[in-house]
């Protein structure tokens, strides 16, 4: 098992006392949502220089180091990626390529498809007529569905590919980017292609619609990975009971889940 590289200053014994651990809770999730949300609706819809760009990736580094200092987690979880055969270099990188297409994808949503103009009235009431409400319903469904069926699916028949996420066994701000990058596509790639095709084909391209569903997908997700919130999601980390959906619990088959049997775990947790 590696135990050099980049996360090598950030990992320690699960009985140490982390450095920051008086954020641990709801000062850190304070934190990480404000990091999220000045990322969306800032640097990223108003930020066009070079300086705004470092500004992104400040925030990201700051927000992974907090989540690394301020509990045992995020330690746990590189300890976990290495005895499975992740090094630490190659999770750093798969998080880096992760962070890029996340980024990318929210610049086409708020810069190019949406702009300053639009964002500003997602703060107007006016903007929200029942069709919008219906939309943004029928869109989180789709998503939702497509989530379930491509997470499954990866569970039964690739869990190789899927390991390196269910290596976080703590659900930490930092599991959003610890994906192999091909897993990330293939679970988000059919709930973010909905989006789209609905905005176009659908929904008259009602600007506000994508934007809300955009939204809520960004911040559930952050949320079913904070360990400070009991989620669905949480426990199927550490539990791996096959509850493949995001918004509701809906069970597949356990007993077809390939990933239990491939992974292992550290011999000691706190």
């Given at each position: ?5 980049p996360?090598s ?12 651990s008086?954020?641990f ?7 990480s949502?404000a ?5 969306l ?5 108003f ?6 760009f ?7 580094i700051?927000g992974?180091?907090?989540?690394a200092?301020s ?14 055969g992740?090094?630490?270099?190659y ?6 390529i992760?962070w ?5 994808a ?11 103009d639009?964002?500003v ?12 409400i ?8 789709c998503t939702?569905?497509?989530?379930y069926f491509a997470h ?8 190789s590919?899927?390991l ?8 930490t701000g930092?599991s959003n980017?610890i ?7 293939i679970?988000?790639?059919g ?10 084909i659908?929904w ?21 990975h904070n360990e400070?919130i ?12 096959a ?12 007993e077809k ?14």
């Amino acid at each position: 098992m590696n135990t050099h590289g980049p996360f090598s200053w950030l990992v320690r014994e699960s009985q140490e006392r982390p450095p920051l651990s008086i954020l641990f809770g709801w000062p850190y999730f304070c934190i990480s949502q404000a990091i999220l949300l000045i990322n969306l609706f800032y640097c990223v819809p108003f930020g066009r220089t070079l300086g705004n760009f470092f500004e992104t990736i400040l925030l990201t580094i700051c927000g992974v180091i907090l989540d690394a200092l301020s509990s045992n987690s995020f330690s746990y979880n590189i300890q976990t990626l290495r005895l499975n055969g992740f090094s630490d270099w190659y999770v750093f990188g798969s998080m880096i390529i992760n962070w890029v297409n996340g980024q990318t994808a929210s610049v086409v949503v708020f810069r190019y498809i949406a702009g300053p103009d639009e964002i500003v009235k997602l703060f107007d009431i006016s903007s929200y007529t029942i069709m919008t409400i219906a939309q943004v319903f029928m869109n989180l469904t789709c998503t939702e569905i497509l989530f379930y069926f491509a997470h499954r699916y990866l569970h039964e028949n690739w869990p190789s590919l899927h390991l390196m996420h269910h290596c976080c066994l703590r659900t930490t701000g930092s599991s959003n980017l610890i994906f192999h990058p091909l897993d990330l596509m293939i679970e988000f790639g059919g709930p973010g292609m909905i989006l789209f095709f609905n905005h176009y084909i659908f929904w008259n391209q009602n600007v506000i619609t994508l934007l809300v569903s955009y939204l809520y997908v960004q911040i559930h997700y952050t949320l079913n990975h904070n360990e400070w919130i009991s989620t669905y999601h949480k426990s199927h980390h550490s539990q791996l009971d096959a509850a493949y959906a995001v918004y509701l619990k809906i069970r597949g088959q356990p007993e077809k889940d390939k990933l239990r049997k491939l992974i292992k775990r550290p011999a000691k947790s706190e």
